[in-house]
């Protein structure tokens, strides 16, 4: 840590046999002079952490420091570019250049480190993966993949599928910029990943059903996001995932059918804002299946939605007009046959900016003051 008044100590370029570097959150100018000089001689770093400094680019002679094992550049946010020099960090294993917003592209040499096991490029700049990552079979971090959308750089952009053969990913990944047809993404190309959270931006696009498909993720993901997502109904997939606990849709707004969520038995938190269904019905319950059953007559049939539910914000939904209670379908004879539960561990239900919203289910108006939230919602009538 070096003051602004004083210059950068010389003793350190005598400092022959240094492993350790950390230079951060300087925004000193004296810094991308020093840079060459330091790389000349202090070629023994194995860790160098330059974050949050105001260099604009890493000087050629990073190239020297062929022992490196990890580069922190996170939040260097006037840093533009990466030299091709970096193929010659031949034991580089991460790499972190999370928010670094002005750096747009990777050099394409970086997929010849193959011993990178940490990438870390989420909130930067960089809007597309360089072609040939898929060669970087030891990473096991890859926070962020981004698909480009065509343009000059086009050719230097590696495509979906090459996710396919990094199997070694874990951990939390997004996907931003989807789009491409089947014959771009062409079978499963997450499934076999060890992901915990996933999420899934896409573009507009008419083939979103079949892409969202093929991107079925492992089944024991924790939490998944879908935004901006152009299909009328979700993928199949998402009733196998067993293990979810939140789950967050955004901007789905030709969404028109909601698979049975309720029957999730690990989900403890929804989400859903700007999707464009019309109608909630016990179809994401998850009990037409209860109420259709043939059941004896000394039977009592017991289901209970959503059980682990905790959270409910449901918001901006523009075209619903009605949540239907499951009071207004069971008879009287079929109550007396079917014990139902519904959301027993809710704690907080928020309701907000669904202007034609005007029924709500009795289950939902029984609920404490203290759990309901409802806001901007005009036709509702509280009880």
Excluded at 177 to 190: C, H, S, W
Excluded at 237 to 244: A, K, R
């Amino acid at each position: 840590m070096v003051s602004e008044e004083a210059s950068f100590p010389s003793f350190i370029y005598r400092a022959k046999g240094l492993r350790s570097l950390l230079i951060r959150n300087t925004r000193d100018q004296w810094l991308g002079a020093v840079l060459p000089g330091l790389f000349k001689q202090l070629t023994c770093i194995r860790s160098l952490n330059l974050s949050g400094s105001s260099i604009k680019e890493i000087p050629e002679e990073v190239g020297k420091l062929i022992h490196l094992r990890h580069l922190n550049l996170e939040d260097c946010v006037q840093l533009v570019s990466l030299p091709e020099t970096m193929c010659d960090l031949c034991n580089l294993q991460s790499l972190d250049v999370n928010m670094c917003s002005s750096l747009i592209e990777l050099p394409l040499v970086i997929v010849k480190l193959i011993k990178l096991r940490h990438l870390c490029i989420y909130k930067s700049g960089v809007a597309f993966m360089p072609k040939g990552i898929e060669r970087l079979t030891c990473l096991q971090t890859l926070d962020c993949f981004s698909v480009y959308g065509g343009g000059e750089n086009e050719s230097k952009a590696a495509n979906i599928r090459e996710l396919r053969n990094l199997n070694h990913i874990r951990g939390s990944l997004v996907i931003r910029n989807l789009r491409g047809g089947i014959r771009d993404v062409e079978g499963a190309i997450l499934e076999n990943k060890r992901l915990f959270c996933l999420e899934l931006h896409f573009c507009v696009n008419h083939e979103d059903i079949i892409l969202i498909e093929v991107l079925q993720p492992p089944s024991h993901l924790e939490r998944l996001s879908i935004n901006g997502y152009g299909g009328i109904s979700l993928p199949q997939w998402m009733m196998t995932l067993t293990n979810l606990e939140e789950l967050e849709l955004h901007g789905c707004g030709k969404l028109k059918v909601l698979p049975p969520l309720g029957r999730l038995p690990n989900l403890e938190s929804l989400e859903l804002n700007r999707v464009g269904v019309r109608r909630l019905d016990d179809g994401v319950l998850g009990i037409e299946e209860v109420e259709n059953a043939n059941i004896n007559e000394e039977e009592i049939a017991r289901v209970t939605a959503f059980p682990k539910l905790k959270r409910l914000e449901i918001s901006y939904l523009e075209e619903v007009e009605e949540w239907a209670g499951i009071e207004r379908r069971l008879g009287e004879e079929d109550a007396t046959k079917t014990s139902i539960c519904i959301m027993p561990q809710l704690q907080q239900l928020r309701i907000e900016y669904c202007p034609l919203l005007r029924a709500l289910p009795d289950y939902v108006w029984e609920m404490p003051r203290h759990v309901l939230n409802i806001t901007a919602c005009p036709d509702l009538r509280n009880r």
